[in-house]
């Protein structure tokens, strides 16, 4: 199921709660744009296989501009609140 835009939100503010320190070359924006593309990617995914890859189904800011490590850890955000699960704070 689809996350809420508030749960969208909430997956963009623990990204970037998560790679703190971490350079990126991306704005907020760019990252909450991302997200949508990653949720709309595993509502495809999880009903056929997806014609788009998941590197591919990113905004091209972020896909070029995010590390490897920091378009998984926005896949496992992503999954984590769709599987129900929040961060420790609740949001």
Do not use: H, I
């Not at 909450?32 to 509502?43: G, I, L, M, Q």
């Not at 995914?45 to 490897?68: D, E, I, K, M, W």
């Amino acid at each position: 199921m689809a996350l809420t835009t508030g749960q969208r939100d909430a997956v963009a503010r623990a990204f970037m709660r998560t790679v703190v320190g971490e350079p990126c070359a991306f704005v907020k924006a760019t990252l909450r744009t991302a997200v949508d593309n990653v949720d709309d990617w595993c509502d495809s995914a999880a009903t056929t296989v997806p014609s788009t890859s998941y590197n591919a189904s990113l905004n091209a800011t972020f896909r070029t501009s995010a590390t490897s490590a920091q378009k998984s850890a926005l896949l496992a955000l992503v999954c984590w609140w769709r599987a129900g699960r929040t961060t420790p704070e609740g949001q």
